[in-house]
């Protein structure tokens, strides 16, 4: 059974920490995507890859932020500093074909 | 500013009735729609889509329409039961060939299916 999955699942920091979080794509899956869930926000599109190339990092505060696909099977997320309005969950996706994408289970990060 | 839009934060319907979800749109460049169903603390899940040639798509118990003239679309869910009860996003994106492409969401709506 294909998933996406996401480590960790929770994480519990101080501003000021670096927070790195990760994500196995499903095999086969040319595009991942970095969406970030807030109460105010809803789903917010931060990142996008395609064939491990960036593509669209728009969404996403850069001086804080940074996206990375070392390999086709590992997408990564970092976060240095955290601040507390950071604190969400952070979802990765991946997709093979127009509208196809599958969400892993989510990161919640908590920024003390 | 939203292009994708779910006006009604909560929704309660009986069992058995029908429920029905709506979702408004701004960007007439979005070609693509989608319902993501989630649970709490579990990542979304695809439950339907429509490609905006269509304007009605159905399965099984779920059935999306589309409106484009009023950049509108609704998820029926028809009879609604206990385990529909979940947090909906509506999702729109301009399809690219060659590639799954970024989705905007609206901000959910959650379904509350009431015994």
């Known amino acids: 059974d294909a998933r996406v999955t996401q480590t960790p699942r929770h994480k519990v920091t101080e501003m000021g920490q670096e927070v790195t979080m990760r994500c196995q794509p499903i095999?086969?899956?040319?595009?991942v995507f970095w969406y970030r869930q807030t109460m105010m926000q809803g789903l917010e599109l931060l990142a996008y890859?395609?064939?491990?190339?960036?593509?669209?990092d728009s969404g996403m505060p850069k001086d804080r932020f940074s996206a990375e696909m070392p390999d086709a099977t590992l997408a990564t997320l970092k976060i240095q500093p955290s601040e507390p309005r950071d604190s969400a969950v952070y979802f990765c996706?991946?997709?093979?074909?127009?509208?196809?994408?599958?969400f892993g289970p989510g990161t919640r990060l908590t920024v003390l | 500013d939203q292009q994708v839009k779910q006006n009604s934060p909560s929704l309660s319907v009986q069992e058995g009735r029908i429920s029905i979800l709506n979702c408004d749109y701004t960007?007439?460049?979005?070609?693509?729609f989608l319902w993501y169903k989630k649970y709490p603390a579990e990542g979304p899940t695809f439950l339907i889509s429509?490609?905006?040639?269509?304007d009605k798509n159905e399965d099984g118990r779920f059935t999306v329409f589309l409106n484009k003239s009023a950049k509108h679309l609704s998820l029926h869910i028809v009879p609604s039961q206990p385990g529909d009860s979940a947090v909906y996003f509506c999702?729109?994106?301009?399809?690219?060939?060659?590639?799954?492409?970024?989705?905007?969401f609206g901000k959910g709506t959650h379904l509350i299916i009431q015994p």
């Open positions: 095999l086969g899956h040319n595009t």
């Open positions: 429509i490609s905006s040639i269509k």
């Open positions: 999702a729109a994106s301009h399809v690219i060939r060659g590639g799954a492409d970024g989705l905007t």
């Open positions: 996706a991946s997709g093979a074909r127009a509208g196809g994408m599958f």
């Open positions: 890859f395609r064939n491990r190339a960036p593509l669209d």
């Open positions: 960007n007439s460049m979005f070609d693509y």
